[in-house]
């Protein structure tokens, strides 16, 4: 029988063995009982949201837990332990999502007036003293953080993250439960990557099937009277939920979205959803997604389709996202799935989940003729510009910035520039290097899209599991028809230069930096004004500023005796390289001055050019790596 994959949300009536890994269906067993012995009823979860007062910003949950007889070592403990995850996946930062909670309280089915006794025994875990068959639990979570990775509730809408939301204790994590939904009177729309359970709604109340917990955590809720639409894409039924008033050519996004889609669905060559729901928000500054299994959160300004770059921008949002349902979701690292809610889930491969998946937002909008190939090659050089200026870049490697982006790449400090770099911003350029590797090596016949099909065939359908670090290297290699060791030890583990051109000649290409040498000093400190005061905010390394001493925090009064006011570069004027200037300023209340000798200017600014006479297979190989016909 054909398999079908996890967006095909049907609550089984047979227990799953596991929790969901992201990999694959849950593995199940019979548990049919003799004719004899009826089967014990199932432990099982009801989850009830509400929000009657959506303007103080609260939603409301209970959970009611049956049959927990059934339970292995409950009855024997004498208590069970109920726990909010510290992080949701796809944000690789711990949250502390239990600081929202409030009047956690548990009853007895037996005395369903009497509060069990409780005891918080970690940041996130409620004991709760009982060895009842059934418990009803309830409690309280502030929900006033709009961002796709929070969850929000006034009186216009509600909108939820499953982590920041909904509790779970560990011996049921990989059980069928149900979620009941009571919208706030007059919110007659509800949109969810969940299937709806027919037959047993009640009025505005919607039910919902949940095959484990993951996948609960995994389909967030946009809860309101917002606009909707529907596509379809690969033969997918698509739905969009808009937030917020906006302006849009209906028809041309539409169109957009499933141009977007229908491409990305061609890297793997499978689309491994039964639908798929986009829930897109529109609020003053706002930029961003988080990915799930079926769905995806975007948000964006208001006005966002009122321009062509801003239009493109966004449509480079939504291929990024949705590249992530086989890109994370499905092609994976062995840490993300199953996961530790309680705990960081490390891993070197941030760099190929989101890096890579930058790589193909831009490559996306190429192959679906929404970019044309000027454009992506401007991508790819001022990508390269954006590594290169950043003097992190020989600092932490790509996968060492995985690795510390619950440390790091999510608390950023004054000096991140100068000791980090992005997984995002090299990984995408470390994608599209393995990609003209590949194409070059193979002579057109291959790209980056067989190493991600390859993935997906061999690991998350074959294996159902994520791989290894070193089983990601040796995929690379076996694809790209030779070692790779000298890649991934130069460019990944390690911060070496990279040799671009190398990459780029077979396709007919040179990096050419552009960048004016004019000779102007150069001073590596940047400055925000503020009532009258221009502070220093960074200080590049190994500029002028870092070494002679200029601090962030301090504030310029005056370059050579002249008051500097609110403007920095107006205030250095046409100082050259090697001069040396005075700078006073005021540290912790206290006067200074500093001699400090200007440098030349150290920033590059590439850009792709056409090498002279390119022969025949680099023409050739250029149009296949650009898709032009």
């Known amino acids: 029988m054909k398999k079908k994959f996890w967006c095909l949300f049907l609550l089984t009536i047979i227990p799953l063995t596991r929790a969901w890994s992201g990999t694959g269906p849950p593995v199940v ?29 609260y939603f409301e949950v209970t959970m009611q837990l049956t049959n927990l007889a059934g339970l292995p070592g409950y009855k024997k403990a004498g208590y069970l332990d109920i726990k909010m995850p510290v992080w949701t ?31 918080k025994v970690r940041k996130n875990t409620w004991r709760v003293f009982s060895t009842d068959d059934a418990l009803t639990i309830t409690y309280k979570v502030y929900a006033y953080e709009l961002s796709v990775r929070n969850s929000f509730v006034d009186s216009e809408h509600g909108y939820l993250n499953g982590a920041g939301i909904f509790m779970y204790t560990d011996a049921l994590k990989s059980s069928p439960a149900r979620l009941v939904v009571r919208p706030y009177t007059g919110w007659k729309t509800v949109s969810t990557g969940l299937t709806p359970l027919s037959g047993i709604n009640n009025g505005s109340e919607r039910t919902y099937a949940v095959p484990n917990y993951d996948i609960l955590v995994d389909s967030p809720m946009e809860m309101g009277n917002h606009q909707t639409f529907q596509f379809t894409a690969s033969g997918i039924p698509h739905t969009v939920a808009m937030f917020g008033p906006v302006t849009f050519d209906k028809e041309r996004l539409m169109r957009d979205y499933q141009r977007v889609c229908e491409t990305a669905a061609t890297v793997v060559g499978e689309h491994p959803c039964t639908d798929y729901t986009f829930l897109v928000h529109h609020i003053p500054n706002a930029g961003g997604g988080l990915e799930h299994l079926n769905s995806t959160t975007l948000q964006t300004s208001r006005n966002t389709y009122q321009t062509e770059a801003g239009y493109r921008g966004f449509l480079t949002l939504v291929a990024h996202e949705y590249f992530h349902l086989w890109n994370v979701k499905r092609i994976r690292p062995i840490a993300l799935g199953p996961f530790d809610y309680e705990n960081e889930n490390y891993t070197h491969l941030l760099w190929l989940s989101e890096g890579v998946t930058s790589f193909y937002e831009d490559y996306i909008l190429r192959r679906a003729g929404i970019s044309t190939p000027e454009q992506y090659l401007n991508v790819v050089a001022n990508d390269i510009t954006g590594i290169e200026n950043q003097p992190g870049t020989r600092v932490q490697s790509a996968a060492e910035s995985s690795w510390d982006a619950w440390i790091k790449g999510y608390r950023p400090n004054e000096n991140s520039g100068n000791s980090t770099i992005s997984y995002y911003s090299k990984g995408s350029v470390l994608g599209s290097l393995l990609n003209l590797t590949i194409l070059a090596n193979t002579n057109g016949a291959r790209n980056l899209d067989d190493l991600m099909r390859y993935l997906y065939t061999e690991y998350y359908k074959k294996q159902q599991r994520g791989f290894t670090d070193d ?24 911060t070496d230069e990279i ?11 040179q990096l050419t930096n552009v960048a004016l040498k004019t000779g102007d000093g150069f001073l590596g400190a940047t400055t925000s004004a503020s009532g009258g005061k221009l502070t220093v905010t960074t200080v590049r390394r190994n500029s002028a500023a870092w070494t002679d001493g200029l601090n962030v925090g301090d504030e310029l009064l005056s370059i050579d005796s002249v008051r ?66």
Not at 93 to 103: D, F, M, Q, T
Not at 472 to 491: C, E, H, M, S, V
């Open 29 to 57: 067993t019979d548990s049919a009982a003799t004719v004899d012995e009826p089967a014990p009823a199932l432990p099982a979860i009801t989850y009830t949201l509400a929000m009657p007062a959506p303007q103080t910003h």
């Open 499 to 509: 040799d671009y051109n190398s990459f780029f000649t077979p396709v007919g290409l």
């Open 471 to 494: 089983e990601f290297q040796r995929a690379a290699a076996q694809i790209a028809g030779r070692n790779l060791d000298d890649f991934f030890k130069k460019y990944v583990y390690g």
């Open 564 to 629: 500097v006011g609110d403007d920095l570069s107006r205030a250095l004027g046409s100082r050259r390289a090697g001069e040396t200037i005075q700078v006073l300023i005021n540290r912790n209340g206290l006067i200074r001055s500093l001699p400090i000798k200007l440098t030349e200017n150290p920033l590059v600014g590439y850009r792709l050019e056409p090498v002279a006479n390119p022969t025949a297979q680099q023409r050739s190989l250029f149009g296949k790596w650009l898709y032009i016909k």
């Open 89 to 119: 996946p796809g944000s690789y930062l711990v949250r502390e999502y239990a600081k929202n909670v409030e009047g956690f309280t548990a009853q007895s089915a037996r005395v369903s007036t009497t509060n069990l006794v409780i005891d």
